[in-house]
C-alpha cells in the first residue's frame, strides 16, 4: 500500500481527461478500429479482427493502469466513488469483446495449419498475444468493478487482511487487482473473505469467464502442439 506524506503526491489522479472510463474505452477501440482498418487495406484480413482487438487492448491496459495504478487506498476510494455512470455499460462492451476475440484465435490457429516458416509462427504469435490480452482486460474490468462495489454505501463488502500498522486503511486499486487476478488464476478468493452479495455474484460471472478462459487455453495449447508437430 502506498503511504501518506509525499506519497500521496504522486499517487493522485493523473489527467482528468482520462477519468471518463467511457473515453478511455472509446480511445481503445478508436485506436483498434484503425489498426484493423490499416490490415484490410493491405490485404492481409485474416489478421485484421486480432490485431485490431490487441492493439484495442493494449491501449485501454496501457490507459487503464497508468491511470489507476499509483493511486493509494484514500485516492482509489475518491475514484472509484465518482467514475462516470456508463462504465456498466463499457464493462459489457469489454467483457463481450474478450470473449468474442476468442473467435479471432480459432480462425488463426486454422490458418496457423495451412502456412509454414515465418508466417505460421507470426500467426501463432498473434493468437497467443489475443489470448494474453483479452485474459488481462477481463481481470482488469472485474478489479475496477470491486473497487467501484467495495466503496459505494455501505462501504464494504471485501475483508482485506489490513496490516497491523493501519487496520483501517482503504484498499487500493492494487489490492482489488489482487482480488481479481488471484481468483482468475486459482479460480477462488485466497485470504480475503466476501461479506456482500452484490460482490459474491461479481465473483460468481468472473469465475465462469475464468473457467472459459482455462478451458480454451488448454484447446488452444493442445492445437498449438499438433500444428507445431505438423
Do not use: C, K
Not at 204 to 219: D, I, K
Request: hydrophobic content about 50%; glycine content about 8%; overall charge negative.
Amino acid at each position: 500500500m502506498t503511504g501518506r506524506g509525499d506519497g500521496d503526491r504522486a499517487a493522485e489522479p493523473r489527467g482528468d481527461e482520462f477519468h471518463d472510463a467511457s473515453l478511455r474505452v472509446s480511445i481503445a477501440f478508436g485506436v483498434g478500429v484503425v489498426v484493423t482498418a490499416i490490415i484490410v487495406v493491405a490485404g492481409s484480413w485474416g489478421y485484421a479482427a486480432a490485431a485490431g482487438w490487441d492493439a484495442a487492448a493494449a491501449v485501454f491496459l496501457a490507459l487503464t493502469w497508468w491511470r489507476v495504478g499509483p493511486m493509494d487506498g484514500r485516492t482509489t476510494r475518491a475514484h472509484a466513488t465518482r467514475e462516470d455512470a456508463t462504465q456498466r455499460t463499457t464493462d459489457i462492451i469489454l467483457g463481450a469483446a474478450s470473449v468474442a476475440s476468442l473467435a479471432s484465435v480459432v480462425v488463426l490457429l486454422v490458418r496457423a495449419s495451412t502456412e509454414g516458416g515465418v508466417a505460421r509462427i507470426a500467426t501463432i504469435a498473434l493468437g497467443l498475444a489475443t489470448i494474453v490480452l483479452s485474459w488481462f482486460v477481463v481481470h482488469t474490468v472485474f478489479a475496477l468493478r470491486y473497487a467501484r462495489q467495495y466503496y459505494a454505501p455501505p462501504v464494504g463488502g471485501i475483508d482485506f487482511e489490513n496490516s497491523a500498522d493501519d487496520p483501517r486503511e482503504d484498499p487500493a486499486y492494487s489490492d482489488f487487482a489482487y482480488v481479481s487476478f488471484v481468483l482468475g488464476m486459482t479460480y477462488q478468493v485466497s485470504d480475503t473473505n466476501i461479506s456482500s452479495h452484490a460482490i459474491r455474484m461479481s465473483v460468481l460471472r468472473q469465475s465462469m469467464l475464468s473457467y472459459l478462459f482455462g478451458t480454451f487455453v488448454l484447446a488452444a495449447a493442445v492445437n498449438l502442439f499438433v500444428t507445431l508437430g505438423t
